[in-house]
């Protein structure tokens, strides 16, 4: 039986060097998340502005060729609306 996997690690640390809010990485079979703890509590977009922005994002690396594989062959991908 596989181990369930704990979610990344998540780290605050500040990013001004980066010019960014976050990073996000992988390392063998662990996943990290570093974000700024200077970021503020609410979103500076509306949620459609975000809703937006993920699927330009998408689109940019499906065209780039990334790929999302699903590492639980029963599982099924997140529906993304149009």
Excluded at 11 to 24: D, F, P, R, S
Excluded at 39 to 61: N, V, Y
């Amino acid at each position: 039986m596989k181990k369930k996997s704990k979610g990344p690690i998540i780290k605050l640390k500040k990013l001004g060097n980066q010019k960014a809010w976050g990073t996000a990485w992988t390392e063998g079979r662990y996943s990290y998340i570093e974000l700024d703890p200077r970021l503020g509590a609410k979103p500076e977009f509306s949620e459609k502005k975000i809703d937006r922005l993920g699927k330009d994002i998408c689109q940019t690396l499906w065209k780039l060729g990334f790929r999302r594989v699903l590492a639980d062959p029963h599982s099924t991908p997140t529906r993304i609306s149009k």
